[in-house]
């Protein structure tokens, strides 16, 4: 069975930093390029970043370039976001998706989420 | 950057009704458009991928249909599990674009 774990959410203050992680289980994770995608409270879906298989191609929002920084381990079957200088606006439920890759860029419709984790950023 | 136009914003419908959900691209994305059903306090869950792909184990009165820069999401008949928020996603580019969302109600 198919299942991403995100954990590491919290409270923290602007201007903090916070670690991210999704745990993925059940597929063949290095096969996958894998998503974060936000949710801000009573608002709709932002995608954030990307990263593919081998971790030769990463893509962000502009709202999070040079804040953010996505990684993965496959051997240990797992996606990373590194979250530096925390804004308010960065308050949201993140996501962890998973994502077949056709092209560098062109990929299936994300099938597999996570639970989401909470970040909440506020002084 | 391609921007996904997604209307109507909200809709409120009967048990019954067919309800139609449209997501307008900025650019041609082939059929690089998914559609995704979400409820408070869960997870986005697919509905269809491909434009007109359905997921496995979605009833079949979902229908996603269109292709380059139209694309629109049909619920035949709509059930009272139904009630929801749905979302367009175009994969075809980075970044990637979600619609901004239609909440279907209970009239």
């Known amino acids: 069975e198919v299942q991403l774990v995100e954990s590491g959410g919290g409270l923290v203050k602007p201007g903090e930093s916070l670690r991210l992680s999704c745990a993925a289980s059940g597929f063949t994770f290095s096969n996958y390029n894998m998503n974060w995608v936000r949710q801000a409270p009573g608002k709709g879906l932002e995608w954030v970043s990307s990263?593919?298989?081998?971790?030769?191609?990463?893509y962000y929002a502009d709202s999070v370039k040079g804040r953010f920084t996505i990684s993965r381990d496959n051997a240990k079957n797992s996606l990373y976001l590194q979250m530096n200088s925390l804004r308010a606006e960065d308050t949201a439920v993140y996501y962890c998706?998973?994502?077949?890759?056709?092209?560098?860029?062109?990929?299936?419709?994300?099938?597999?989420w996570g639970q989401g984790t909470l970040v909440t950023v506020s002084s | 950057d391609i921007q996904m136009t997604q209307s109507p914003s909200s809709l409120s419908a009967s048990v019954g009704d067919r309800v139609t959900i449209t997501c307008r691209a900025s650019q041609d994305i082939r059929n690089d458009l998914g559609w995704y059903q979400q409820k408070p306090g869960k997870a986005p869950k697919r509905l269809i991928y491909?434009?007109?792909s359905l997921q496995s184990g979605v009833p079949s009165r979902f229908s996603g249909s269109g292709s380059r820069t139209e694309f629109t999401l049909t619920i035949s008949s709509l059930q009272p599990e139904d009630f929801a928020t749905y979302y367009c996603l175009q994969h075809n580019s980075y970044p990637r674009t979600f619609g901004q969302g239609t909440k279907v109600e209970i009239k």
């Open positions: 990263i593919d298989g081998t971790s030769s191609y990463i």
């Open positions: 998706a998973r994502e077949v890759a056709i092209t560098m860029v062109r990929g299936v419709t994300p099938d597999y």
């Open positions: 491909a434009a007109s």
